[in-house]
Structures are given as C-alpha cells and as structure tokens.
C-alpha cells in the first residue's frame, strides 16, 4: 500500500485546511485509515482514524470538535478537516493504512503498517 498526504501549508489561527491522503495497491475499503501528527522530538501522536472493521471513527481530545475525518473510498483517498486551527496544531502529519489494527491499537504509531510521507502545517498567531 502506497499513500501520498497532500494539502498542508501556512495558515492563520483560526482557520481552516483539508488535508487529503490518496492511497493506491489495495482494497481501501478494507483496511483501518488515520492521521498522526508529529512535533519536533516529540514522538508521533495520534489525531483520528477510521477503524477497520465498521469504519468508526476516533479522534484525539485535542482535536475533538475542531477536526473531521473522512474518506471517499471510489477515490481510495481519506481526508482530514482542520477547522479553528491554533497555533499548537502546527507539525507534519501523516497518514497511515493498515488492513489488521484492531481498534484499541489505532492510538499507537508503532501498531500501524503504512504510512505516508507527511505534510507540514504550519498556523500563524
């Protein structure tokens, strides 16, 4: 499975920014889709996911309420919506994939097979 993040950038405090995640080698629609973010030295930290068996959705407290995780599966692509971006939202995120995740291990980067390449956010104060 080969995943391509697109659609990071510069952006103010309190706007919004869409990230896409184009996948492409397997069934999408089988397999557990997520976002991660990543701080400098910090570790990667979970920001959403689909899982993989009834396609529910989980998110991380910090993003809750702010942050939407879609996908289109015709377009093996997944999305994530940012709105009322802060400036602590700022870091690279990547998308991952993986067909056997079960859902109380989609918090955990070490637990996920494919990733992307990432892709910067930055939000200005």
């Known amino acids: 499975v080969q995943l391509q993040a697109s659609g990071g950038g510069l952006v103010q405090a309190g706007d919004s920014l869409r990230l896409s995640c184009a996948t492409s080698?397997?069934?999408?629609?089988?397999?557990?889709v997520g976002w991660f973010r990543q701080f400098p030295g910090k570790e990667r930290e979970f920001v959403a996911a689909?899982?993989?068996?009834?396609?529910?959705?989980y998110y991380a407290d910090s993003v809750k309420g702010r942050f939407t995780i879609s996908r289109n599966n015709a377009k093996n692509t997944v999305y994530l919506q940012m709105n009322s971006l802060k400036p602590e939202d700022t870091a690279i995120y990547y998308c991952?994939?993986?067909?056997?995740?079960?859902?109380?291990?989609?918090?955990?980067?070490?637990?996920?097979?494919?990733w992307g390449q990432g892709t910067l956010v930055t939000v200005s104060s």
């Open positions: 991952a994939a993986d067909s056997r995740i079960i859902t109380s291990s989609l918090y955990r980067a070490v637990n996920w097979d494919y």
């Open positions: 080698g397997r069934t999408f629609s089988n397999y557990a």
């Open positions: 689909f899982s993989r068996n009834h396609g529910s959705t």
